[in-house]
């Protein structure tokens, strides 16, 4: 049964990448034809060819390498002059992406090619694809804290401590002197509900801890709902050493990498955990930090591919916050489909790691780097410049921004993407990140 659902995880995140990827396509398509670009292409993978059906002057299909996807549209570069044959490495490449770009020039459509587009239009093509998937993380995240919503503490009581023990301690029975807790004096049993404390309404558990907390010595009303019935219980808080608790229930950490530990109100009572739905502005506000995390791993990329390799070396062990392959995706997938945990608990996470993927997609298309959309973006923008500049010294406009000198560096770009690739999976097959223990 585990490795069903071992297996169940990773077909999740394949048909979950799968259509991520799939929509990054349709990001780009949707406005090309819109714009009326011929597209010649729609693929989702790399490689030899799986399936595929053309639908008007557009051929769909799957191809045999899931690690990506493309659209062919007609002239992304402006076609290029006869010319006689190359000499050297890099005008040889140059001269085949001229070749292949004028291949994508159907007689009759000259008219229809990208590089003709206006700037904006040009950037919106190419913007397309991030975007979709910011939109797509967006959705999965509201719908897993607006829709499921975030494990915390609700306002049931799930277990009262009889007696006050010290900070850190590890004793799990109360000695003789121990003095019993506010909780259980006031007469507070496991299955109540908050309702109110000091006349104020609780929500969850975490509204209820800050009341409590900041008033030790205080004697506080405390409204329970116990049998369908409300009960004004009276509770005196005690002053004592606890570590701080986000709304989760997670210890907070301070600066020295320590949990926070201070004197505050309390009374020995704990809460059961369950999802609380949030605000639809929450899904929005997961997907913008998710981004800003993203975006922090990027700048700092080169680095951590580092410590991935001296991991991998070494066998040390890996960031759990680092750079995963595909591989290494869906080999958490099935960890977590096959762990001793509710299903909704599993389905969470799975949805979780589904749209911080998205952002991943979206973050790292924008780099400003052929043959990434973000350096496609840059030259219709240094395109636009040139223009610019042009009409404001009333000079004839230039010629379009040809692109294809570039392959050189391009090359370069996708080689270390390939490397990147390589080492990556090497690294997930042989020295997995452990997030699940094991």
């Not at 409300?230 to 004592?240: G, K, N, S």
């Not at 000198?405 to 490397?419: D, G, K, N, Q, S």
Request: proline share 7%; aromatic share 6%; glycine share 12%.
């Amino acid at each position: 049964m585990e490795a069903l659902l071992y297996l169940g995880g990773i077909v999740f995140m394949l048909i979950g990448l799968g259509l991520s990827i799939g929509l990054h396509e349709v990001g780009h398509l949707l406005p090309a034809k819109l714009f009326g670009v011929r597209v010649g292409q729609y693929m989702i993978g790399f490689g030899p060819r799986i399936w595929s059906k053309r639908i008007g002057e557009t051929e769909y299909g799957f191809k045999l390498l899931p690690l990506g996807g493309f659209i062919s549209m007609s002239g992304m570069y402006p076609a290029s002059k006869t010319a006689g044959p190359a000499k050297g490495v890099f005008r040889a490449l140059v001269q085949d992406a001229r070749t292949a770009n004028d291949e994508t020039i159907a007689e009759g459509a000259e008219d229809r090619v990208f590089y003709r587009l206006p700037v904006w239009k040009r950037v919106i093509v190419m913007l397309g694809g991030p975007l979709m998937n910011l939109v797509l993380a967006i959705v999965i995240f509201t719908v897993l804290v607006s829709g499921i919503g975030v494990q915390q503490g609700t306002t049931t009581i799930a277990s009262v401590s009889e007696c006050v023990l010290p900070a850190g301690s590890t004793a799990t029975e109360c000695a003789p002197d121990d003095p019993a807790t506010p909780a259980a004096e006031a007469g507070i049993k496991p299955g109540d509900v908050l309702v109110s404390i000091d006349g104020a309404p609780v929500s969850t558990f975490a509204e209820a801890t800050a009341i409590v907390q900041a008033s030790p010595g205080e004697t506080l009303d405390v409204v329970v709902r116990r049998d369908g019935a409300e009960q004004t219980l009276r509770i005196t808080p005690v002053t004592a050493e606890r570590t701080i608790t986000d709304a989760s229930g997670q210890p907070v950490i301070g600066d020295d990498g320590q949990p926070v530990v201070k004197e505050v109100g309390y009374v020995g009572m704990g809460a059961q955990m369950g999802y609380v739905q949030q605000p639809l502005s929450a899904g929005p506000e997961m997907a913008g930090d998710t981004v800003a995390r993203v975006g922090s791993m990027i700048l700092t990329l080169p680095v951590r591919l580092w410590d991935v390799g001296v991991s991998l070396v070494t066998g040390g062990e890996r960031d759990p916050n680092g750079p995963l392959s595909v591989v290494g995706v869906g080999r958490l997938a099935g960890e977590v489909a096959a762990t001793d945990a509710p299903v909704l608990n599993r389905f969470a996470v799975l949805l979780g790691l589904l749209g911080s993927l998205n952002v991943a997609l979206f973050v790292f298309n924008l780099i400003p780097l052929l043959p990434l959309d973000g350096g496609h973006i840059v030259v219709a923008l240094w395109d636009g410049i040139r223009r610019a500049w042009a009409r404001l010294f009333r000079r004839p406009p230039p010629a379009p921004v040809d692109a294809t000198r570039l392959v050189p560096l391009t090359v370069v770009v996708a080689t270390l993407l390939i490397a990147m690739g390589a080492l990556l999976l090497v690294a997930d097959l042989f020295n997995p990140i452990k997030i699940l223990g094991g």
